[in-house]
DNA sequence: GATAGATAGAACTGATCGGTACGAACTCAG
DNA sequence: CTGAGTTCGTACCGATCAGTTCTATCTATC
């Protein structure tokens, strides 16, 4: 129950708090599969605040996307940080990650990858895109770091790997991460030039 | 307008009309996009016949991701028997053939990968994951004839190449078809022992 | 040409949806 | 203590939804 009746001491607790207990429950159930006023009552908000906040549904999913997507961006560069200079410790580091939530009980497959595909709104499209960008622009760096003749295209094939093994995970092979990463593991140069650690 | 008024000659026929016709409908809306009223309405069909056919929208729904997913499967397979019997050149042309629907303005995602993001229901999780059953086997029996060591793993691993570079393509860069063949080539095994040709 | 089955089209139902309005309860500042 | 602002809870609104029913109309068959 992220807010208490009577005035607020701090609005943008009162916000993120929203945001944090909406965002499984959109997760879970889909973003049209739970009605405004059955959201507002398993968050312990009233109606009149969480469209005073968000204005409407549809700015509601927004901040919870945008939320989710920072989230997801700052744990997987966690993950990579915490796994040393090599490209391939780095590497193993992101699959290792994905393939652990894959392994949860409640993986329902990406809320970026969900929201793009049901909801047919330009901003989220938007989202989902600027999300796509980070990921993109993380393994482009391993890319780069790993020696590879040519960074873009191997970052933005290591992009369909990570991409296409949340998808095959949430609808067919819990164990898509541990397949993919074996074959990102394979696209690295098999020689570190190391030119790139910069 | 796949009914005529009256008696129907061949009520297979107006089944598989009705199919054909709201195909096209629910993946440019969406599943959830489109009422069942405006559906028959852009059909020609009437409510009762969809009803008496299909016994509910989902059921509609049901039927025309089953018919949708033959299709696809027969495509693609069709596009593997004309590309000869290299493997190399198989994926290739299982790659261009899916770079040429990405290319397609009306591309919006595949349409097995949005209903199992967008609908919550068994049935249509079912339907996803014996589509992807068929596309993994196609790429497994690839894999083996390209003499890999590993063929149910290679296959798993293109697998992920294919609903990835689909996703990607439909919500961050139209070219992932491109990205996607070149990493797929680079995993088969780079001289063919062709001990797997049958 | 009479009959039986299938159809379109429109009216209708009950439920649910997103969004608004309002009163009562509460907190904080003065 | 008072008043302004915030919140909950509930009631409400108009629109839309999936699904049902009815009638008039069409076609194939006998």
Redesign the interface.
């Known amino acids: 129950m992220p807010v208490r009746k009577g005035s607020t001491i701090d609005p943008e607790r009162t916000r993120t708090g929203i945001i944090e207990a909406a965002t499984p429950l959109l997760y879970e159930?889909?973003l049209?599969?739970i009605g405004v006023a059955e959201l507002c009552a398993r968050l312990g908000a009233s109606k009149e605040t969480v469209y005073r906040y968000f204005g409407s549904k549809e700015g509601l999913i927004q901040a919870v996307l945008e939320a989710r997507s920072k989230r997801v961006t700052s744990w997987i560069a966690g993950a990579v940080a915490a796994a040393g200079d090599d490209p391939r410790d780095q590497l193993t580091a992101v699959f290792d990650e994905l393939q652990r939530w894959y392994d949860d009980p409640g993986f329902r497959?990406c809320a970026m990858?969900?929201a793009?595909?049901?909801h047919?709104v330009e901003a989220v499209?938007e989202i989902?895109?600027r999300h796509?960008?980070r990921r993109?622009d993380l393994l482009t760096a391993i890319a780069r770091r790993a020696g590879a003749a040519d960074p873009d295209?191997l970052g933005?094939?290591l992009?369909?790997?990570?991409?296409?093994?949340t998808?095959?995970a949430?609808?067919?092979?819990r164990n898509?991460g541990k397949?993919?990463k074996?074959?990102a593991l394979?696209?690295l140069p098999t020689v570190s030039t190391s030119t790139g650690t910069v």
């Open positions: 159930r889909g049209d599969g497959g990858q969900n793009a595909a049901q047919h499209r989902t895109s796509l960008d993109l295209t933005r094939q992009l369909l790997l990570v991409e296409g093994a998808l095959v949430a609808h067919h092979d898509a397949h993919a074996q074959a394979a696209l």
